[in-house]
């Protein structure tokens, strides 16, 4: 039997893998969306994924996969420099 450290390394690990695999339903117009979101300074782009429902009309766990997805790879995506 797995200890709880096990069983949460396990977890985060996949996780963390799912996080940064881009979803089959993401659309390049979903990141370009929270792109301008995060432009327009309307919301903390923690609750983005409610204007992402609405303007697309989608789930709600599709919605956070694909913030998720989004805030994951920000960096990647756009030339960000310290």
Same mark, same amino acid.
């Given at each position: 039997?797995?200890? #709880?450290?096990?069983?949460?390394?396990?977890?985060?690990?996949?996780?963390?893998?799912?996080?940064?695999?881009?979803?089959? #339903?993401?659309?390049?117009?979903?990141? !370009? #969306?929270?792109?301008?979101?995060?432009? @327009?300074?309307?919301?903390?782009?923690?609750?983005?994924?409610?204007?992402?429902?609405?303007?697309?009309?989608? !789930?709600?766990?599709?919605?956070?996969?694909?913030? @998720? #997805?989004?805030?994951?790879?920000?960096?990647?995506?756009? @030339?960000?420099?310290?």
């Amino acid at each position: 039997m797995k200890t #709880y450290t096990e069983r949460f390394a396990a977890v985060q690990l996949a996780t963390e893998r799912e996080a940064t695999e881009r979803p089959d #339903y993401c659309d390049d117009e979903h990141l !370009e #969306y929270l792109d301008a979101l995060r432009e @327009s300074g309307a919301t903390n782009m923690f609750g983005a994924g409610d204007y992402l429902r609405e303007e697309f009309g989608m !789930e709600r766990s599709k919605a956070r996969q694909i913030l @998720s #997805y989004w805030m994951k790879t920000f960096s990647e995506r756009h @030339s960000i420099t310290a």
